[in-house]
Protein backbone atom coordinates (compact mmCIF):
# COMPACT_ATOMS: atom_id res chain seq x y z
CA UNK A 1 0.00 0.00 0.00
CA UNK A 2 1.24 3.15 -1.28
CA UNK A 3 1.07 6.66 0.72
CA UNK A 4 0.51 10.02 -1.20
CA UNK A 5 1.00 13.29 0.57
CA UNK A 6 -2.60 15.22 1.05
CA UNK A 7 -3.60 17.53 -1.12
CA UNK A 8 -5.69 19.94 0.78
CA UNK A 9 -4.43 23.06 1.97
CA UNK A 10 -3.47 22.60 5.44
CA UNK A 11 -3.53 25.80 6.64
CA UNK A 12 -7.11 25.99 6.00
CA UNK A 13 -8.35 22.84 8.42
CA UNK A 14 -9.63 24.41 11.80
CA UNK A 15 -10.70 20.81 13.02
CA UNK A 16 -10.55 17.12 12.75
CA UNK A 17 -13.10 14.27 12.61
CA UNK A 18 -11.64 11.03 13.27
CA UNK A 19 -13.81 7.50 12.15
CA UNK A 20 -12.86 4.67 15.41
CA UNK A 21 -12.96 0.91 13.98
CA UNK A 22 -9.73 0.95 11.35
CA UNK A 23 -9.16 4.31 11.88
CA UNK A 24 -8.32 4.85 15.52
CA UNK A 25 -8.78 1.54 16.52
CA UNK A 26 -8.44 -2.07 15.40
CA UNK A 27 -11.63 -3.37 16.92
CA UNK A 28 -12.20 -6.76 14.93
CA UNK A 29 -11.28 -8.78 17.88
CA UNK A 30 -14.06 -7.47 19.82
CA UNK A 31 -16.58 -7.55 16.47
CA UNK A 32 -15.52 -11.40 16.14
CA UNK A 33 -15.62 -12.62 19.75
CA UNK A 34 -19.42 -10.68 20.00
CA UNK A 35 -20.43 -12.21 16.80
CA UNK A 36 -19.04 -15.65 17.56
CA UNK A 37 -21.12 -15.39 21.20
CA UNK A 38 -24.12 -14.76 19.35
CA UNK A 39 -23.72 -17.59 16.75
CA UNK A 40 -23.58 -20.32 19.67
CA UNK A 41 -27.19 -18.97 20.73
CA UNK A 42 -28.34 -19.01 17.70
CA UNK A 43 -27.47 -22.35 16.94
CA UNK A 44 -25.31 -21.11 14.09
CA UNK A 45 -22.17 -22.11 12.77
CA UNK A 46 -19.21 -19.97 13.48
CA UNK A 47 -17.34 -17.56 10.72
CA UNK A 48 -13.90 -16.64 10.20
CA UNK A 49 -12.49 -13.25 11.68
CA UNK A 50 -11.43 -12.08 8.40
CA UNK A 51 -15.15 -13.02 7.18
CA UNK A 52 -16.41 -10.59 9.63
CA UNK A 53 -13.70 -7.92 8.48
CA UNK A 54 -15.38 -7.15 5.40
CA UNK A 55 -18.49 -6.84 6.90
CA UNK A 56 -17.26 -3.75 9.65
CA UNK A 57 -17.72 -0.34 8.87
CA UNK A 58 -21.75 0.49 7.71
CA UNK A 59 -22.86 0.32 10.87
CA UNK A 60 -24.39 -2.44 13.33
CA UNK A 61 -27.87 -3.37 11.07
CA UNK A 62 -25.37 -3.93 7.99
CA UNK A 63 -22.86 -6.15 10.01
CA UNK A 64 -25.57 -8.38 11.34
CA UNK A 65 -27.52 -8.97 8.05
CA UNK A 66 -23.89 -9.73 6.71
CA UNK A 67 -23.44 -12.47 8.82
CA UNK A 68 -26.41 -13.98 8.86
CA UNK A 69 -26.75 -14.28 5.24
CA UNK A 70 -23.22 -15.59 5.29
CA UNK A 71 -23.44 -18.79 7.58
CA UNK A 72 -27.06 -19.38 5.88
CA UNK A 73 -25.39 -21.46 3.42
CA UNK A 74 -22.97 -23.29 5.78
CA UNK A 75 -26.15 -23.88 7.87
CA UNK A 76 -28.32 -25.65 5.01
CA UNK A 77 -31.04 -22.88 5.46
CA UNK A 78 -32.07 -19.88 3.10
CA UNK A 79 -30.80 -16.49 3.62
CA UNK A 80 -34.52 -15.48 4.02
CA UNK A 81 -34.63 -18.11 7.08
CA UNK A 82 -31.45 -16.76 8.44
CA UNK A 83 -32.78 -13.05 8.07
CA UNK A 84 -35.59 -14.04 10.54
CA UNK A 85 -33.63 -14.31 13.27
CA UNK A 86 -32.31 -10.65 12.97
CA UNK A 87 -34.23 -9.60 16.66
CA UNK A 88 -32.81 -11.70 18.06
CA UNK A 89 -29.42 -12.31 16.85
CA UNK A 90 -29.93 -8.37 17.60
CA UNK A 91 -30.54 -8.89 21.41
CA UNK A 92 -27.67 -11.79 21.54
CA UNK A 93 -24.94 -9.54 19.63
CA UNK A 94 -25.60 -5.98 21.75
CA UNK A 95 -25.48 -7.74 24.89
CA UNK A 96 -22.38 -9.88 24.06
CA UNK A 97 -20.73 -6.48 22.58
CA UNK A 98 -21.88 -3.93 25.42
CA UNK A 99 -19.91 -6.79 27.80
CA UNK A 100 -16.77 -7.13 25.99
CA UNK A 101 -16.29 -3.93 24.46
CA UNK A 102 -12.80 -2.57 24.36
CA UNK A 103 -11.18 -6.00 26.10
CA UNK A 104 -9.98 -7.22 22.07
CA UNK A 105 -9.49 -3.76 21.10
CA UNK A 106 -5.98 -1.59 20.38
CA UNK A 107 -5.56 1.72 19.33
CA UNK A 108 -3.03 1.73 16.28
CA UNK A 109 0.30 2.59 16.01
CA UNK A 110 0.84 6.60 15.85
CA UNK A 111 -3.06 6.74 17.37
CA UNK A 112 -1.72 8.62 20.88
CA UNK A 113 1.13 10.66 19.66
CA UNK A 114 -1.32 11.91 16.95
CA UNK A 115 -4.03 13.07 18.89
CA UNK A 116 -2.04 14.59 21.36
CA UNK A 117 -0.05 16.89 19.03
CA UNK A 118 -3.19 17.75 16.85
CA UNK A 119 -4.58 18.79 20.61
CA UNK A 120 -1.15 20.75 21.17
CA UNK A 121 -1.61 22.50 17.99
CA UNK A 122 -4.79 23.59 19.23
CA UNK A 123 -7.30 21.95 16.55
CA UNK A 124 -10.38 20.66 17.94
CA UNK A 125 -11.44 16.44 17.29
CA UNK A 126 -14.22 15.14 16.90
CA UNK A 127 -15.13 11.07 16.40
CA UNK A 128 -17.40 10.27 13.73
CA UNK A 129 -18.46 6.63 13.58
CA UNK A 130 -20.65 4.50 12.59
CA UNK A 131 -20.77 2.60 15.79
CA UNK A 132 -24.06 2.80 18.20
CA UNK A 133 -22.90 6.53 19.94
CA UNK A 134 -22.93 4.80 23.21
CA UNK A 135 -20.16 1.79 22.44
CA UNK A 136 -18.44 4.19 20.82
CA UNK A 137 -18.51 6.78 23.98
CA UNK A 138 -17.77 3.47 26.19
CA UNK A 139 -14.48 2.51 24.15
CA UNK A 140 -13.40 5.66 23.82
CA UNK A 141 -13.21 6.02 27.73
CA UNK A 142 -11.64 2.34 28.11
CA UNK A 143 -8.68 3.71 25.78
CA UNK A 144 -7.92 6.31 27.61
CA UNK A 145 -8.90 8.90 25.03
CA UNK A 146 -12.49 10.00 25.58
CA UNK A 147 -11.12 13.64 26.56
CA UNK A 148 -9.49 14.43 23.44
CA UNK A 149 -12.82 14.21 21.65
CA UNK A 150 -15.17 17.51 21.60
CA UNK A 151 -17.61 16.03 19.98
CA UNK A 152 -18.87 12.14 19.35
CA UNK A 153 -21.36 10.75 16.70
CA UNK A 154 -22.56 7.18 16.28
CA UNK A 155 -24.60 5.37 14.10
CA UNK A 156 -27.66 6.44 15.66
CA UNK A 157 -27.02 10.24 16.65
CA UNK A 158 -28.36 11.19 13.55
CA UNK A 159 -31.01 10.24 11.46
CA UNK A 160 -28.63 8.87 8.79
CA UNK A 161 -25.33 7.52 9.12
CA UNK A 162 -22.29 7.53 6.80
CA UNK A 163 -22.06 7.62 3.63
CA UNK A 164 -24.57 10.10 4.23
CA UNK A 165 -23.62 13.60 4.76
CA UNK A 166 -25.48 14.01 7.62
CA UNK A 167 -23.13 12.95 10.68
CA UNK A 168 -20.15 15.26 9.48
CA UNK A 169 -22.53 18.39 8.59
CA UNK A 170 -23.81 17.84 12.35
CA UNK A 171 -20.37 17.34 13.88
CA UNK A 172 -19.11 20.46 11.69
CA UNK A 173 -21.98 22.76 13.06
CA UNK A 174 -21.17 21.99 16.82
CA UNK A 175 -17.61 22.03 16.12
CA UNK A 176 -18.12 25.42 14.75
CA UNK A 177 -16.13 25.64 11.54
CA UNK A 178 -16.97 25.05 8.05
CA UNK A 179 -17.75 21.37 6.46
CA UNK A 180 -14.79 22.66 4.23
CA UNK A 181 -12.66 23.28 7.42
CA UNK A 182 -13.10 19.99 8.99
CA UNK A 183 -10.68 17.06 7.62
CA UNK A 184 -12.12 13.73 8.11
CA UNK A 185 -9.68 10.99 8.76
CA UNK A 186 -11.15 7.55 7.98
CA UNK A 187 -10.09 3.98 6.47
CA UNK A 188 -13.28 3.26 4.00
CA UNK A 189 -15.01 3.91 1.22
CA UNK A 190 -17.90 5.45 3.10
CA UNK A 191 -15.81 7.43 4.89
CA UNK A 192 -14.93 9.15 1.67
CA UNK A 193 -18.04 9.04 0.13
CA UNK A 194 -19.37 11.18 3.19
CA UNK A 195 -16.96 13.80 3.44
CA UNK A 196 -17.77 14.38 -0.59
CA UNK A 197 -21.18 14.93 0.04
CA UNK A 198 -20.14 16.98 2.96
CA UNK A 199 -17.84 19.16 1.17
CA UNK A 200 -15.09 17.86 3.80
CA UNK A 201 -11.21 17.60 3.05
CA UNK A 202 -10.40 13.79 3.95
CA UNK A 203 -7.69 11.80 3.85
CA UNK A 204 -7.41 7.66 4.65
CA UNK A 205 -5.41 5.25 6.39
CA UNK A 206 -4.23 2.03 4.48
CA UNK A 207 -4.61 -0.44 7.73
CA UNK A 208 -8.20 -0.42 8.24
CA UNK A 209 -10.68 -2.63 7.21
CA UNK A 210 -12.65 -1.09 3.76
CA UNK A 211 -14.66 -4.46 3.41
CA UNK A 212 -11.65 -6.01 2.69
CA UNK A 213 -10.58 -3.32 -0.74
CA UNK A 214 -7.68 -1.46 -0.32
CA UNK A 215 -7.96 2.01 -0.11
CA UNK A 216 -6.00 3.41 -3.10
CA UNK A 217 -8.31 3.50 -5.43
CA UNK A 218 -11.06 5.89 -3.65
CA UNK A 219 -11.81 8.93 -3.97
CA UNK A 220 -9.82 11.03 -1.63
CA UNK A 221 -7.19 13.64 -0.83
CA UNK A 222 -4.34 11.54 0.22
CA UNK A 223 -3.56 8.47 2.20
CA UNK A 224 -1.65 8.62 5.10
CA UNK A 225 0.47 6.00 6.76
CA UNK A 226 -0.93 7.02 10.74
CA UNK A 227 -2.36 9.74 12.40
CA UNK A 228 1.11 11.04 13.82
CA UNK A 229 2.27 11.48 10.01
CA UNK A 230 -0.72 13.46 9.55
CA UNK A 231 -0.74 15.14 12.70
CA UNK A 232 3.23 16.67 11.97
CA UNK A 233 1.91 17.60 8.85
CA UNK A 234 -0.83 19.65 9.79
CA UNK A 235 0.88 21.30 13.18
CA UNK A 236 3.12 23.63 11.43
CA UNK A 237 0.31 25.15 9.72
CA UNK A 238 -1.11 26.36 13.21
Known sequence: MTTSVPAFDAAAIRAVAFDLDG???DTLGDFHAAISAMLVELSLPPIAR?????????GTEHLLHSVLAC???SAHRTPEDTQSLYAAAWGHYM???EALNGQHTALYPGVLEGLARLRAAGLPLACVTNKPEGFARTLL???DIA???????????????KPDPMPLVGTARLLGVAPQALLMVGDSVNDAQAARAAGCPVV????GYNHGVPV?????????PDLDTLAQALRPAR
Do not use: M, Q, W
Request: with cysteine.
Open 23 to 25: TLA
Open 50 to 58: ETVSNFVGK
Open 71 to 73: VAS
Open 95 to 97: RHY
Open 141 to 143: ARK
Open 147 to 161: DCFAVVAGGDTYERK
Open 204 to 207: LVPY
Open 216 to 224: DGIDADGVV
